[in-house]
């Protein structure tokens, strides 16, 4: 029996797109000096239409579509960053969305205070990162920089701090966005076989990716979205082939 | 119901919170010499002047009027701080697209962080009334609570004015001018007693003007203040609680979710 971590029922997302809003008063004014009192277009993005999904526990899915399909949408509902126009999303245990490395991070505190504030972001708590520091500051391999201030680091080095982070606090779900793209070879290999690791001792991943090897070798599950749905959800072989017939 | 008002005070979020509010003293205190001592040097070098135009060009007749202007100015600093950080959900907005960090979460760090400042420059308060030989008396209790309704007031003022900032960049201009008159509007420099008595009542309608009129009630005549303040001043606090939280309610997404 397997239990659900991820749960969309009927799930539709819209953005607002506003043409030709009046953002000033100067700009109001002017309008209703022309006796026009209708301010600006509304016009409804639909990215996202009904989506009937459920990712389980032990899962290690591998998201892939074009740009611009939502794939993304997809993962800031799930992190409650946004919210579903209609329908909803549950998920079940802790989760840590890692949608962009180094978001959130203080560009004035040392990567080491930097380790705490993402920690509490992330909804963790002063215990359980005092407990963790030492290990991200070994795996992520920055050695003495972990004490100067993050905007010193280059963006590889933000990469490092940040999956490290994420990869070791101790949650139930995962989320990925093509954050592995940046960072050096030897480091993305590690940060994969550390998700690997992770998705072996019992954890839920969603990998955002356009990498068909990445999804080949990790995933035992692939989908596809495209035309605001999921038009594949299957074996990664089948899901990879799906993908590529779309270009 | 409480789940809202929890996640409205990031009650859920305390170490987020303690962690936002660090970062802001930090980023704000690091490489400065003086460091969190500016905010004991402001309030008293702006008194000082206030002190010398009022005092000794304009013949101000107020009894202890150096204690009676910082009395009014330090929690007002505290006030037009708070509002002068109005872009902060703004400014953010690309980060909270990407981390799981709410908007009224960076709202109250920031609000905490002008709190804890107006808390600190409490110490030359103490000193002004031991200067003007006046004692310590028990009115003084009041002060507390005065304070913690001001930073309701000011906190449901800053979040209202900073999520409407989102959708009306005028404010950016707007909250200073309407400070300056604020500035003059409320008993702060003058004695609400100096007000002519038919102009009195309006005062009321200053969301401010009970409230510093009571902190020199307290601090400088310290005599209790009358219920009927008490009433207007909570009554105030109230309704901008409530105009704030609903405000919250209606804009917490959307605010993250703009295009």
Same mark, same amino acid.
């Given at each position: 029996?397997?239990?659900?971590?991820?749960?969309?029922?009927?799930?539709?997302?819209?953005?607002?797109?506003?043409?030709?809003?009046?953002?000033?008063?100067? +700009?109001?004014?002017?309008?209703?000096?022309?006796?026009?009192?209708?301010?600006?277009?509304?016009?409804?993005?639909?990215?996202?239409?009904?989506?009937?999904? %459920?990712?389980?526990?032990?899962?290690?899915?591998?998201?892939?579509?074009?740009?611009?399909?939502?794939?993304?949408?997809?993962?800031r509902?799930?992190?409650?960053i946004?919210?579903?126009?209609?329908?909803?999303?549950? %998920?079940?245990?802790?989760?840590?969305p890692?949608l962009e490395l180094g978001a959130g991070f203080a560009a004035?505190?040392?990567?080491?205070?930097?380790?705490?504030l993402n920690?509490?972001i992330?909804?963790?708590?002063?215990?359980?990162?005092?407990?963790?520091?030492?290990?991200?500051?070994?795996?992520?391999?920055?050695?003495?920089?972990?004490?100067?201030?993050?905007?010193?680091?280059? +963006?590889?080095?933000?990469?490092?701090?940040?999956?490290?982070?994420?990869?070791?606090?101790?949650?139930?779900?995962?989320?990925?966005?093509?954050?592995?793209?940046?960072?050096? /070879?030897?480091?993305?290999?590690?940060?994969?076989?550390?998700?690997?690791?992770?998705?072996?001792?019992?954890?839920?991943?969603?990998?955002? %990716?356009?990498?068909?090897?990445?999804?080949?070798?990790?995933?035992?599950?692939?989908? /596809?979205?495209?035309?605001?749905? /999921?038009?594949?959800?299957?074996?990664?072989?089948?899901?990879?082939? /799906?993908?590529?017939?779309?270009? | 119901?409480?789940?809202?008002?929890?996640?409205?005070?990031?009650?859920?979020?305390?170490?987020?919170?303690?962690?936002l509010?660090?970062r802001?003293?930090?980023?704000?205190?690091?490489?400065?010499?003086?460091?969190?001592?500016?905010?004991?040097? !402001?309030?008293?070098?702006?008194?000082?002047?206030?002190?010398?135009?009022?005092?000794?060009?304009?013949?101000? &007749?107020?009894?202890?009027?150096?204690?009676?202007?910082?009395?009014?100015?330090?929690?007002?600093?505290?006030?037009?701080?708070?509002?002068?950080?109005?872009e902060v959900v703004a400014a953010n907005h690309e980060l909270l697209g990407k981390i799981p960090l709410p908007p009224?979460a960076l709202?109250?760090a920031?609000?905490?962080?002008?709190?804890?400042?107006?808390?600190?420059?409490?110490?030359?308060?103490?000193?002004? !009334?031991?200067?003007?030989?006046?004692?310590?008396?028990?009115?003084?209790? &009041?002060?507390?609570?005065?304070?913690?309704?001001?930073?309701?007031?000011?906190?449901?003022?800053?979040?209202?004015?900073?999520?409407?900032?989102?959708?009306?960049?005028?404010?950016?201009?707007?909250?200073?001018?309407?400070?300056?008159?604020?500035?003059?509007?409320?008993?702060?420099?003058?004695?609400?007693?100096?007000?002519?008595? &038919?102009?009195?009542?309006?005062?009321?309608?200053?969301?401010?003007?009970?409230?510093?009129?009571?902190?020199?009630?307290?601090?400088?005549?310290?005599?209790?203040?009358?219920?009927?303040?008490?009433?207007? !001043?909570?009554?105030?606090?109230?309704?901008?609680?409530?105009?704030?939280?609903?405000?919250?309610?209606?804009?917490?997404?959307?605010v993250v979710?703009?295009?």
């Amino acid at each position: 029996m397997k239990t659900a971590a991820i749960e969309f029922h009927h799930l539709t997302k819209e953005f607002e797109l506003w043409h030709d809003r009046p953002y000033s008063i100067k +700009s109001i004014v002017a309008q209703l000096s022309t006796f026009n009192f209708k301010f600006g277009r509304r016009e409804k993005l639909r990215i996202l239409e009904n989506i009937d999904l %459920t990712v389980y526990k032990g899962d290690f899915v591998g998201i892939m579509g074009r740009n611009g399909v939502g794939k993304s949408t997809l993962l800031r509902l799930i992190s409650n960053i946004y919210r579903p126009t209609s329908g909803s999303v549950v %998920t079940h245990g802790r989760l840590i969305p890692l949608l962009e490395l180094g978001a959130g991070f203080a560009a004035e505190l040392t990567g080491y205070e930097n380790i705490f504030l993402n920690a509490s972001i992330l909804g963790f708590s002063k215990k359980e990162a005092e407990l963790k520091a030492q290990a991200i500051v070994d795996f992520s391999e920055l050695k003495e920089k972990i004490n100067q201030p993050v905007r010193a680091y280059s +963006s590889g080095m933000l990469v490092r701090l940040g999956f490290s982070i994420a990869a070791h606090f101790n949650a139930d779900l995962l989320l990925f966005d093509e954050i592995l793209a940046v960072g050096d /070879v030897g480091f993305q290999e590690k940060c994969l076989q550390k998700i690997h690791e992770l998705h072996a001792s019992g954890k839920t991943i969603v990998l955002v %990716t356009h990498d068909p090897q990445q999804v080949a070798k990790y995933c035992n599950r692939c989908i /596809v979205i495209e035309k605001q749905g /999921v038009v594949f959800d299957g074996a990664p072989s089948e899901g990879i082939g /799906v993908y590529s017939r779309m270009f | 119901m409480l789940g809202p008002i929890i996640e409205y005070f990031c009650l859920n979020r305390k170490f987020l919170i303690y962690n936002l509010v660090l970062r802001n003293l930090k980023v704000r205190y690091r490489k400065s010499f003086f460091g969190l001592f500016w905010t004991l040097l !402001i309030p008293a070098c702006s008194a000082g002047i206030y002190f010398l135009v009022f005092n000794y060009i304009l013949k101000v &007749q107020v009894p202890n009027y150096l204690l009676h202007i910082l009395s009014g100015l330090i929690p007002w600093a505290y006030f037009t701080s708070s509002l002068a950080s109005l872009e902060v959900v703004a400014a953010n907005h690309e980060l909270l697209g990407k981390i799981p960090l709410p908007p009224q979460a960076l709202v109250l760090a920031e609000s905490l962080t002008h709190f804890l400042n107006l808390v600190l420059s409490l110490p030359i308060l103490i000193i002004a !009334i031991l200067l003007h030989d006046l004692p310590l008396s028990l009115t003084l209790l &009041q002060y507390p609570l005065l304070a913690l309704i001001l930073g309701f007031t000011v906190h449901s003022t800053f979040l209202i004015l900073s999520l409407g900032y989102v959708y009306f960049r005028d404010l950016k201009y707007l909250v200073p001018l309407v400070l300056q008159f604020g500035f003059y509007l409320t008993p702060i420099m003058y004695d609400i007693k100096m007000i002519p008595e &038919q102009y009195r009542g309006l005062l009321g309608l200053n969301p401010m003007g009970h409230l510093f009129s009571a902190f020199h009630k307290i601090v400088v005549a310290q005599e209790w203040v009358p219920l009927t303040d008490w009433g207007i !001043i909570l009554g105030w606090s109230a309704v901008l609680s409530l105009l704030a939280f609903a405000l919250y309610k209606k804009v917490r997404y959307s605010v993250v979710e703009l295009l």
